[in-house]
């Protein structure tokens, strides 16, 4: 079979092999449907409003918030293909709310007929890049969006889609990967000589840097659940392949080897920051992507024997997983003294400097940036360094996974509003803080001209995040933060044509190389908006604390 009709798949080494024509396409229509689409709400009715009253008065995080529902219907109308009458059209009569619809609706990616995915950017101005594709981490805000707005197929074609390409032999040079894991993105391809589609998926081997994606697996994860959470619909997850695609998963991440952390040692460049940026190690982003995607799974996993077996893994790597990242990934002013105070060269199991941080290493801007109250996840932590960078999504989905306790999440978000200008600036919202620059930036980026001092990973300012503030900021009570955000940037966003992120310490500027129609900024204020209308949205997204925390010892262990 030939790949390589495609710009960006032309290293004939670096293919992945898909089983040919039709054993590999699925028949999405065995597949049982969902229920209906009603979600199960509860009969505790609050409006948005009233939520924010609350909220505003208190800085505790909104309890249950799986039962915080708003009198607000959903909503389907204003969407293109919609057939119901809004009745509530107010509150969808927001013309960005419109073009943006339009916009998600354009990027549907179809295979064999059937929606799969949404692609990265519709901007064609250069054809090399990759933006061409369904990319798994971009494609969860379209997602969340179709299943707020009551559209779950495609979601549902996209998470077999995937799971199918999970199952393809992946070999990058002479080397294999691990059966679990998940693309980076996939594309159809037209064979014109056959006239028959074809998928074919990136697993790193055309990816900027070769590596392979960490996120893509937990993220799928993290779909399944916010599908059987919206649709009210197991028998998705229950699927003996489903199942499968998770073992799969949950073997390549709760494997045992030569760590002395429960944390996973990661590539630089195999999350959203997926070029060089420094953050090989344990970045935060994909420790908090684990937790969540642990704790989801725990949820979606049938109670056979290997699914028990799964179970009893996971409760213990979440026990030592959250103790880890708590206590040695939180930064406060309280924490950031004792840094400062840190002794170093402790050999024993006394030691309080654990991992031989060397307090010279505090960099002169955290003094500034971390305020009294409030506090952050670092952004790494490995033997005597610690990136004291401020990185959005792992802290996001920290409060969104209750991997950050209540204090924790009240903290970020004091943080957040303490430090707006820095963080939300002009255009939310920044991918990290502060930028890399000068010799850093040499040093770290390898003098990357992509990611210069305040542009793209490098402290840009990507719109695609304003849905995981929504949610954190609705989790933690205080919604009016998402809000004045939404509100900045709603000024932009159609004016600009939905660019992919913005550059500057105030994020002013469109990004250098940004693209424009990019689906998951587009995505991203759609989901934002949905969730302030109807924070009932959020129990797809976020779980609470269920002290989840006390793993199932064997017996062998605790005797
Ligand atoms: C860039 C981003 C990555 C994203 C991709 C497609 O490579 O860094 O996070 O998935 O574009 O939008």
Known sequence: MDWCHNESFRSADALSTAAETDEEELDFSKVDKPRGLERCKSCEVRSLSELAKVSENSSHPVEHLENAVSLLPKSITNTPGALVLDPHPHLHSHPIVSEGWEALRRSLVYFRGQPVGTIAALDSSDEKVNYDQVFVRDFVPSALAFLMNGEPDIVRNFILKTLRLQSWEKKIDRFHLAEGVMPASFKVFHDPVRNRETLIADFGESAIGRVAPIDSGFWWIILLRAYTKSTGDTSLAELPECQKGMHLILNLCLSEGFDTFPTLLCADGCCMIDRRMGVYGYPIEIQALFFMALRCALQLLKQDTEGKEFMERIARRLHALSYHLRSYFWLDSKQLNDVYRFKTEEYSHTAVNKFNVIPDS???????????????????????????????????????????????????????????????????????????????????????????????????????????????????????????????????????????????????????????????SIAGYLVAKMMLEDPSHLGMVAIEDDKHQKPVLRRSNSL
């Not at 990136?387 to 802290?395: A, E």
């Not at 009240?410 to 939310?428: F, T």
């Not at 040093?443 to 990611?451: E, M, R, V, Y």
């Open 362 to 520: 505090l960099p002169d801007w955290i003094f500034d940036f971390m305020p009294l109250n409030g506090g952050y996840f670092v952004g790494n932590v490995s033997p005597a360094r610690m990136d004291f960078r401020w990185f959005c999504l792992g802290n996001c989905i920290a409060i969104l996974s209750s991997l950050a306790t209540p204090e924790q999440s009240i903290a970020i978000m004091d943080l957040i509003e303490s430090r707006w200008l820095a963080l939300i600036g002009e255009m939310p919202l920044k991918v990290c803080y502060p930028a890399l620059e000068k010799h850093e930036w040499q040093i770290i980026t390898g003098c990357d001209p992509k990611n210069t001092r305040w542009s793209y990973h490098n402290g840009g300012s990507w719109p695609v995040l304003l849905w995981l503030l929504a949610a954190a900021s609705i989790k933690t009570g205080r919604p009016h933060i998402a809000k004045r955000a939404l509100e900045i940037a709603e000024t932009r966003l159609v004016k600009d044509n939905w660019p992919e992120y913005y550059d500057g310490k105030l994020g002013r500027y469109i990004g250098k190389q940004a693209r424009k129609s990019q689906t998951w």
